[in-house]
């Protein structure tokens, strides 16, 4: 059974840092495709950043390039997302996902298979 669980959200003042942390186990595959999403109320679920665990290509949406850094630990099977000089807009609940693909669909949730629970993320001005 694949299982993906976050930690690491809280509340911020705009200008400071987060870093997420998402522990996956079960999934079958060594090489595969970890993404952040996010979703503010009243918003759609947005891709934030993407990893491919194998070459380790990152991806990310352009408000949040140059402030947050996706990587991973593959011995502690742990992706993370660190997130600098945060913003009231970057306020929402974050999940991690994955798929065995990245490439262009790495912004598309409909895509992924495996989600985490969530953590709420919110930075006040």
């Known amino acids: 059974q694949v299982q993906l669980v976050e930690s690491g959200g809280g509340s911020v003042q705009a200008g400071g840092s987060l870093r997420l942390s998402c522990t996956v186990s079960?999934?079958?595959?060594?090489?595969?495709?970890m993404g952040w999403f996010r979703q503010a109320p009243g918003r759609e679920l947005e891709g934030v950043a993407a990893i491919r665990t194998g070459s380790r290509a990152t991806y990310y949406t352009d408000s949040v390039r140059g402030r947050f850094t996706i990587s991973q630990d593959t011995a502690k099977n742990t992706l993370y997302l660190q997130m600098n000089s945060l913003k009231p807009e970057d306020t929402a609940m974050y999940y991690c996902?994955?798929?065995?693909?990245?490439?262009?669909?790495?912004?598309?949730?409909?895509?992924?298979?495996?989600w985490g629970q969530g953590t709420q993320v919110t930075v006040s001005s």
């Open positions: 996902a994955t798929k065995t693909t990245c490439g262009l669909e790495w912004r598309n949730p409909a895509a992924f298979g495996y």
């Open positions: 079960g999934y079958a595959y060594s090489d595969y495709c």
